[in-house]
């Protein structure tokens, strides 16, 4: 069996992800936070998934989806990461838990504002639930690339907005964001983060000499 490859692999630390989170949070999540806010607070709609809806269907979907997500989103990671020959790790458990944090925060923003607001205000406006659908999860993999993320990793993402999409849409009861945010935040942890950190400690990462 062939070894790793050899990679360049960037060690983050504290100091250098607090830098781009502080630029971050309030260009991108913050307005993400605002603007759902303020729609359910002034109209109250059903559509944006505020409720919990069935909690047992939500929370069975999420933390099964949460954890497949992670996996399939590690692995994926992992083939990117062979390809273009490099990757972002924590460098120690201070690292990972400040980046576990942020994604968790990171997660349910971007579901509430293209699972809530584009996808569920599509649908009701529309009429055609799967408009919202279409709509939303192309938003949502394409809005990737003004992060400046190479194009397969773009398309990458679309393995996580198609499956939480269609959570959203189709699990019974009235429209919830819980199950998608807890699933979206395994995703992002399997394919930043926690993932990288694990393939690097498990020997599947293997930086360059």
């Known amino acids: 069996m062939a070894s790793p490859q050899a990679l360049r692999i960037?060690?983050?630390?504290?100091?250098?992800?607090?830098?781009?989170?502080?630029?971050?949070?309030?260009?991108?999540?913050?307005?993400?936070?605002a603007l759902y806010?303020?729609?359910?607070?002034?109209?109250?709609?059903?559509?944006?998934?505020?409720?919990?809806?069935?909690?047992c269907w939500q929370l069975a979907a999420g933390v099964a989806g949460g954890v497949l997500l992670f996996i399939a989103a590690a692995l994926v990671?992992?083939?990117?990461?062979?390809?273009?020959g490099g990757l972002r790790v924590p460098a120690d458990l201070r690292d990972l838990g400040l980046q576990t944090a942020f994604y968790a925060v990171n997660g349910p923003l971007e579901e509430a504002f293209f699972r809530g607001l584009v996808q569920g205000g599509l649908g009701a406006l529309t009429g055609l639930p799967v408009a919202g659908f279409a709509v939303a999860t192309a938003a949502y993999v394409l809005y990737h690339r003004l992060g400046a993320w190479t194009?397969?990793?773009?398309?990458?993402?679309?393995?996580?907005?198609?499956?939480?999409?269609?959570?959203?849409w189709l699990l019974p009861g009235p429209p919830s964001l819980l199950?998608?945010?807890?699933?979206?935040?395994?995703?992002?942890?399997g394919f930043l983060g926690p993932g990288p950190w694990l393939l690097y400690r498990v020997g599947l990462l293997r930086p360059a000499a």
């Open 179 to 189: 199950a998608v945010a807890i699933a979206h935040i395994g995703a992002t942890c």
């Open 151 to 168: 194009w397969p990793d773009v398309f990458a993402t679309a393995l996580a907005g198609i499956p939480l999409g269609l959570a959203f």
């Open 10 to 33: 960037e060690r983050t630390g504290v100091a250098r992800s607090l830098r781009w989170m502080r630029v971050d949070a309030p260009l991108r999540l913050l307005p993400f936070a």
């Open 37 to 55: 806010a303020v729609v359910v607070a002034i109209w109250h709609p059903r559509w944006a998934g505020w409720s919990v809806g069935w909690a």
């Open 77 to 84: 990671q992992l083939r990117l990461t062979r390809r273009r």
